[in-house]
């Protein structure tokens, strides 16, 4: 069974500067994938950025990056310059073999003027 | 692009009622489907795996007798909240995987906007 984990249920940032929101997971599967979405509070789920197991570069989408720590089972979003439409809840989740998509219990932003 | 869309994005109904709720992808054909639940604040839970001309596959402790799932066609899948309770009010999500081989987007799920569902 896949687990994920997400331990800070909610963050506040500062308008232009970064915050990392932490995600563990813990899975048996040789091979798997790693998402970060955004829900705003329309409840719609964006895509943020994946990062595949075999991937051996951290992956980056514009002000998103995923530092990617395979052995620690690690992989946490670092979003930069942050912008007060940033402020959402943001889930990480994990696809296995079976292509479902386990959820993390997501953390709330709120980025300050 | 692909682009899902649920119908309708928001019902009220009574208590004893029975509601269904329509996923569709519009720009691709999604043999499978996956239908989620989310409480305000609160993860999103996997509730069943919608298999175009098959059985649906519930997660343990979903009701299938309750959550009825219908695949009728290679972009829609429909999800029935039958004899509907107070207690099944919830924001329903639904999401498409994308099949088309060579796309930058094989085997991704694309999720739809949502229904959220109030039971009087």
């Known amino acids: 069974a896949q687990k994920i984990t997400q331990t800070q249920p909610g963050m506040f940032v500062q308008e232009k500067e970064a915050v990392t929101l932490d995600c563990t997971y813990d899975?048996?599967?040789?091979?798997?994938?790693l998402f970060w979405y955004k829900q705003p509070s329309s409840g719609e789920m964006i895509f943020l950025i994946y990062?595949?197991?075999?991937?051996?570069q951290n992956a980056t989408e514009g002000r998103y990056s995923l530092n990617f720590q395979k052995a620690r089972k690690s992989a946490n979003l670092v979003i930069s310059a942050s912008q007060l439409g940033d402020s959402a809840m943001y889930f990480c989740a994990m696809r296995a073999n079976d292509y479902k998509l386990s959820f993390g219990a997501g953390t709330t932003v709120t980025v300050r003027a | 692009g692909a682009v899902v869309s649920q119908h309708p994005s928001r019902v009220i109904c009574k208590s004893g009622t029975s509601v269904k709720i329509e996923c569709r992808s519009l720009d691709f054909q999604a043999t499978t489907m996956f239908w989620y639940r989310q409480f305000p604040k609160k993860s999103l839970m996997l509730m069943a795996t919608s298999n175009e001309g098959s059985k649906a596959t519930y997660e343990q402790g979903v009701e299938k007798d309750k959550f009825l799932i219908n695949h009728a066609s290679l972009t829609l899948s429909t999800l029935t909240v039958t004899s509907a309770h107070p207690e099944d009010s919830s924001f329903y999500i639904c999401?498409?995987?994308?099949?088309?081989?060579?796309?930058?987007?094989?085997?991704?799920?694309?999720f739809g906007p949502g229904t959220r569902l109030t039971v009087l």
């Open positions: 990062q595949g197991s075999y991937d051996e």
């Open positions: 899975t048996s599967d040789q091979s798997y994938g």
């Open positions: 999401s498409a995987r994308d099949l088309r081989l060579g796309t930058s987007s094989y085997n991704e799920q694309f």
